[in-house]
């Protein structure tokens, strides 16, 4: 048996193999630290060539320690120059080291050693992000809990980068077709296993590591790894429905989109378009009825107005099965700050309740699933798809799927602050003038949930001076506000106090900056500013709009969605801050609404 066959799948080692490995997978992070930190010395112009022959180096040692005297085939593109000595015995040293550990994972190391070593820029622009092995595996093992038959089935990923789920892919497949020839093995693994890539570099290591997972398979039979991946621009690429599995961690960031493609995927878009929606709606052409599409993606997919046409997409033409979302320890994602999720989603499937887990990643390689009950899609599927994003919240779920008041019906609409200061610069003013009105802040809205009229950051400035044409910043209307952006971290996502009126009515108007949304009464409404704010600023609503919220921005568009009482249920909330309740009471108050302690 060879070295690679062997590793593919090992079994549980001993304790003391066990240690020597995590020594190793030590040695080897601290190595990655060393290399960026080597790469960080390169001009930016010479890195990406630099970032490919460090990469280069490192698996030619790793596929000749695999299996001596293998010849890899020639990279899809030949990076310029060459690395100088101390480079080079680096790059090598980590091939021979990685060598010590299982096949794929080395291999998973190996091709994100290229991605770390990028210019930050040059990776963001590529929307290119390592994926840790945990969530490739688990992603896999989704669609295969659903159904997905490894020994027949045909799996693309459409921007594969360095061949993350590929890899995944190939060892299930071949675990499936055990005990058959190698040769036959290895010609399903080229009907079958498909990688699209922009980046060549990129694309010639998945290949490259695929080359090595499968080695022996082609010693043994004489033939070459067949090409399983191909360099191209996937968005101008003629989709064929015949994959049984779209699967992977598509681009991300805004990207501008020619007028054709934006004719092409209009079905999919609203306003700017992401790579990763664009992706998704890519992964439904190209997957065949009763298939799957799996995809890891930012939680900002269930609940962004951006993506109100993308989920309307899905829940029409491939809803979703099950959705996990990961919670993970800083520093399994490298350079990557937002929220995530594993979605399956099942083309010409129908709509039904959604499996909900909770993931754990303590590290690189073990993902810990928890169970978190299920959802349904809202009748409207553009809306947010509420969902729990922690255990506790699965039981809450339940209570709200069935509440159908808004803000509307309690006379509200929901618009940002209308100023964006750095636009006006000349016209802030540090004291009162004539024409000059209060200029409200993010900082005047207290975490307690009070208005202060304050401007104590840098470059705030409490005043602001109206010229000819500027009345539209002019706010004469007392409204609720609320912070604009918060991070899941903070004790509180919903953070909103009351615009008196008395302070509109003294100053004769304010202006109101574009980090606050204003809660804004139509006509006459049917609850309070004040109780509005009070209910806000609540836990439980708190908790109800992190099951809808996907990013650090409290989006008009989510505070609209948001499940509240009947109008007539919130009299009991309006007595108490006209009593001026403690919060402790108020928040029993809301509770009690919301159906907390129910069965």
Not at 212 to 234: E, Q
Not at 413 to 442: C, M, Y
Not at 450 to 473: C, I, M, T
Request: hydrophobic content about 45%.
């Amino acid at each position: 048996m060879t070295r690679a066959l062997a590793r593919v799948a090992p079994a549980k080692a001993p304790e003391a193999l066990q240690t020597a490995v995590e020594a190793i997978r030590y040695e080897l992070a601290r190595a990655r630290v060393i290399a960026r930190a080597w790469a960080d010395t390169i001009t930016e112009a010479r890195r990406i060539d630099q970032a490919a022959l460090f990469g280069r180096a490192a698996m030619e040692t790793f596929a000749g320690e695999i299996e001596p005297g293998l010849q890899l085939s020639k990279p899809f593109a030949q990076p310029f120059g060459k690395l100088d000595s101390t480079a080079k015995q680096l790059a090598q040293a980590i091939g021979r080291q990685a060598a010590s550990l299982p096949v794929i994972e080395a291999a998973h190391y190996l091709t994100g050693l290229y991605t770390a070593l990028l210019p930050g820029r040059h990776r963001s622009d590529l929307g290119a992000f390592y994926t840790p092995p945990a969530l490739s595996i688990r992603l896999l093992d989704l669609a295969q809990e659903e159904g997905l038959d490894w020994s027949t089935a045909r799996v693309l990923d459409p921007a594969c980068g360095g061949g993350a789920f590929l890899l995944q892919a190939a060892a299930r497949i071949r675990a499936a077709l055990e005990g058959s020839e190698p040769a036959f093995i290895l010609s399903h693994m080229g009907s079958r296993l498909l990688g699209l890539e922009l980046d060549a570099h990129a694309a010639g290591f998945a290949q490259a590591a695929l080359e090595v997972a499968l080695a022996d398979l082609a010693i043994s039979s004489g033939r070459p790894v067949p090409r399983l991946v191909k360099v191209c621009d996937t968005l101008e690429e003629p989709p064929s429905p015949t994959f049984d599995l779209v699967v992977g961690n598509p681009p991300y960031g805004r990207v501008a989109l020619t007028a054709e493609q934006r004719r092409r995927f209009a079905r999919s878009l609203y306003g700017h378009a992401n790579l990763y929606g664009v992706f998704t709606d890519i992964a439904l052409r190209w997957a065949k009825p009763g298939g799957f599409v799996a995809y890891l993606t930012p939680t900002s997919v269930l609940g962004g107005q951006y993506y109100a046409a993308l989920r309307g997409l899905l829940a029409c033409e491939a809803p979703p099965v099950a959705i996990d979302f990961v919670h993970a320890r800083r520093g399994v994602f490298e350079d990557v700050l937002q929220e995530t999720l594993l979605a399956l989603y099942r083309p010409g499937g129908k709509a039904g309740r959604v499996q909900v887990h909770y993931l754990r990643i303590p590290n690189e390689r073990e993902a810990e699933v928890q169970r978190n009950g299920t959802i349904k899609l809202p009748e409207d599927p553009a809306a947010p798809w509420m969902a729990p994003r922690d255990p506790a919240h699965s039981a809450l779920i339940a209570r709200i799927e069935g509440m159908t008041g808004r803000l509307a019906d309690w006379g509200y609409g929901v618009s940002t602050g209308p100023l964006v200061w750095n636009r006006f610069k000349d016209q802030l003013r540090e004291r009162p003038a004539k024409g000059a009105h209060p200029l409200i802040w993010a900082e005047a809205v207290t975490a307690d949930g009070r208005f202060v009229f304050r401007a104590q950051k840098r470059n705030h400035s409490p005043y602001f001076k109206l010229e000819r044409g500027d009345g539209w910043l002019l706010v004469e209307e007392p409204c609720v506000l609320l912070q604009r952006t918060t991070a899941k971290e903070q004790a509180r996502r919903l953070i909103a106090a009351e615009l008196p009126e008395s302070f509109i009515r003294d100053h004769g108007g304010v202006v109101v900056e574009n980090h606050l949304n204003m809660i804004i009464p139509e006509g006459v409404p049917k609850v309070s500013p004040a109780a509005v704010a009070a209910v806000l600023n609540s836990d439980m609503v708190d908790q109800v709009f992190r099951c809808i919220s996907g990013s650090v921005a409290v989006s008009a568009f989510e505070l609209k969605s948001i499940p509240f009482p009947p109008a007539e249920a919130m009299k009991s909330i309006e007595r108490l801050v006209a009593k001026n309740a403690k919060r402790a009471t108020i928040e029993k108050a809301v509770r009690d609404l919301y159906g907390e302690g129910a069965p």
